[in-house]
């Protein structure tokens, strides 16, 4: 038994090692077509490159693992099937749930080596991740000139090209406003060539100019320029001319971690737990300021106030109701009309102004309330994502050994068809928890529930050898129900 074991163990890690790899190439260039603007043209060294994009597959590897699980457990169990070697197991007497008790407790190792990672290294990833992107997004993009369009991103000047050869880079055409010293067009270059290059510490741009005229106005007093006056004219004309401009925000610099620190998906477990107890506490102090801020009825009040207050001691004490109902109705009707109005615009007054606090506290309880539920949502997420590959496992292996076809063709489809279902699936119920429509606990962990009645479904139907693969099993139940003679009528009266 110990050999057809490790038999059975080798045929399946030889899978899941490949698809692991291949899931997490596709997931990192899905993340590349994300973020591929952000990276281009900001002369990022190869170094800064690949130390992103190493974070980069860190990220993605909570789905990797899931759907790893899922696409090797279809085709171990999908290639023993087509080589008839799970026929032979069971004919010897083995039953199907013997065959995957060695791959239950890998799927039980890989689980715990997902959730330890989304714990305990994931969230220090994120942080060097995000830090980065962010570096990397406010670095300054490389000065590239457009044929024809002026360009502001030399400090101080703004540039005009009239043709660029792509060869020798070399600048033709050149029209040149100098505003360095804050003034308008009052000195403009033209120059028939020139060369463009940033110092290799990026600190300084050079702007070599041949043949060219440098025209400026000037104002010797030094006064306030007025338009009735006239001003000296002066041209300079010149073979070669260096301009010399110090750039800022070329060179590539790294923000500080600690911006990013408490950020819900740089925390851990215990971490997220923390910070869902200050903010928690912060949001229900301020939901109760609210509440207190609405003029109600002053029982009403009282009980909402005991309600939102945990300690004992702070709690009203709540006046004993009347014995008789007091019909507001009765005593309303009694009153002369003089009386009614006051009481009408009373309540009139009353209920404007629960109007305003309402508008004027909604929307910021509303965004707290979501900023809270984003670390509630990835506590749960660490948990659901992890337990995500045993439930893989369980839908992967028996659906393995009803399809019977190993490789990469048929397994590849139904895996992408089912983890596009968990996802669509996870979403709609995450969003459900995000926005409290549903309990933070059932949309978190709806996909799971949803998929693990499916997995047990599966093992029980494959245990027992069922031809749900069959199309003869699908027309007898049509038959069965009646809709196949409904077919033939229809057919025959065309």
């Given at each position: 038994?110990?050999?057809l ?7 399946f ?7 692991f ?12 077509w994300k973020?591929v603007?952000?990276?281009v043209g ?5 170094k ?7 974070y980069?597959?860190?990220g993605v590897?909570?789905f ?10 279809i085709m171990a169990?999908?290639s023993?099937g087509e ?6 197991m069971?004919?010897s ?7 995957m ?17 989304s714990n305990?290294?994931l ?5 060097r991740?995000?830090t980065?992107l962010?570096?990397v ?8 000139l457009?044929?024809?369009v ?11 090209v009239g043709s660029?050869?792509?060869k020798?880079n070399m ?12 003034k308008?067009?009052e000195?403009?270059?033209v120059a028939?060539?020139?060369y ?6 990026k ?6 100019l ?6 400026s ?5 030094g ?7 006239t001003?000296p004219?002066?041209r ?7 301009i010399r401009?110090k750039?800022?925000n070329f060179?590539?610099s790294?923000?500080d ?14 971490e997220l737990?923390f910070?869902?107890d ?7 102090k301020?939901l ?11 029982l009403?009040?009282q ?9 004992d001691?702070l ?17 309303f009707?009694?009153q002369n009309?003089?009386v ?12 404007r102004?629960?109007v ?20 509630s949502m ?7 994502l992890?337990?995500a590959?045993?439930i ?8 393995g050994?009803?399809?019977r ?7 590849v489809?139904?895996?992408i ?8 699936i ?16 059932a949309?978190?962990w709806?996909s799971?529930?949803?998929?693990l ?7 029980y139907?494959?245990?027992r ?5 069959n ?6 139940i ?12 229809l057919?025959?009266?065309?």
């Amino acid at each position: 038994m110990k050999r057809l074991h490790w038999y059975i163990i080798k045929t399946f890690l030889g899978p899941f090692f490949m698809t692991f790899f291949i899931v997490v190439f596709i997931l990192l260039m899905q993340f590349l077509w994300k973020y591929v603007d952000d990276l281009v043209g900001k002369g990022l060294e190869i170094k800064v490159l690949a130390e992103m994009l190493f974070y980069a597959s860190f990220g993605v590897l909570p789905f990797a693992f899931p759907l790893a699980m899922l696409l090797a457990s279809i085709m171990a169990f999908g290639s023993l099937g087509e080589n008839y070697e799970l026929v032979a197991m069971k004919s010897s007497g083995i039953s199907l749930i013997s065959i995957m008790k060695p791959l239950f407790f890998i799927a039980i190792i890989v689980t715990a080596i997902a959730f330890y990672f989304s714990n305990n290294i994931l969230p220090n990833t994120n942080l060097r991740f995000t830090t980065l992107l962010w570096s990397v997004k406010q670095q300054r993009p490389e000065l590239v000139l457009q044929e024809g369009v002026f360009t502001n991103e030399m400090d101080g000047y703004s540039i005009r090209v009239g043709s660029k050869d792509k060869k020798t880079n070399m600048l033709r055409d050149l029209l040149i406003y100098d505003h360095t010293g804050k003034k308008t067009n009052e000195s403009v270059t033209v120059a028939d060539s020139g060369y463009l290059r940033i110092t290799e510490d990026k600190k300084f741009m050079v702007l070599n100019l041949y043949n060219g005229v440098n025209y400026s106005e000037e104002n010797p007093s030094g006064s306030a320029r007025r338009s009735n006056q006239t001003y000296p004219y002066r041209r300079d004309k010149f073979d070669e001319q260096t301009i010399r401009v110090k750039v800022r925000n070329f060179e590539f610099s790294r923000r500080d971690e600690g911006i990013f620190r408490n950020t819900y998906r740089m925390l851990n477990i215990k971490e997220l737990k923390f910070m869902e107890d200050s903010l928690g506490n912060d949001y229900y102090k301020r939901l109760k300021g609210f509440i207190m801020e609405m003029n109600l009825n002053p029982l009403v009040t009282q009980r909402v106030f005991n309600m939102m207050t945990t300690e004992d001691s702070l709690k009203r004490n709540i006046v004993a109701e009347p014995d008789s109902v007091f019909d507001f109705n009765q005593y309303f009707d009694k009153q002369n009309n003089w009386v009614k109005a006051e009481i009408a615009q009373a309540a009139l007054e009353n209920v404007r102004n629960n109007v305003q606090v309402l508008n004027m506290h909604d929307d910021q309880l509303y965004n707290r309330k979501k900023y809270l539920n984003r670390y509630s949502m990835e506590r749960h997420r660490k948990y659901t994502l992890s337990f995500a590959v045993l439930i893989f496992f369980f839908i992967g292996a028996p659906l393995g050994a009803i399809i019977r076809k190993g490789g990469l063709g048929m397994p590849v489809v139904v895996s992408i068809l089912l983890f596009i279902a968990y996802y669509i699936i996870s979403m709609t119920g995450e969003k459900s928890a995000r926005e409290d429509v549903w309990d933070m606990f059932a949309g978190m962990w709806f996909s799971s529930f949803v998929f693990l009645p499916v997995g047990i479904w599966l093992s029980y139907k494959a245990a027992r050898d069922a031809a749900l693969m069959n199309a003869e099993t699908y027309t007898r139940i049509l038959g069965k129900l009646g809709i196949e003679k409904l077919f033939d009528k229809l057919i025959k009266k065309r």
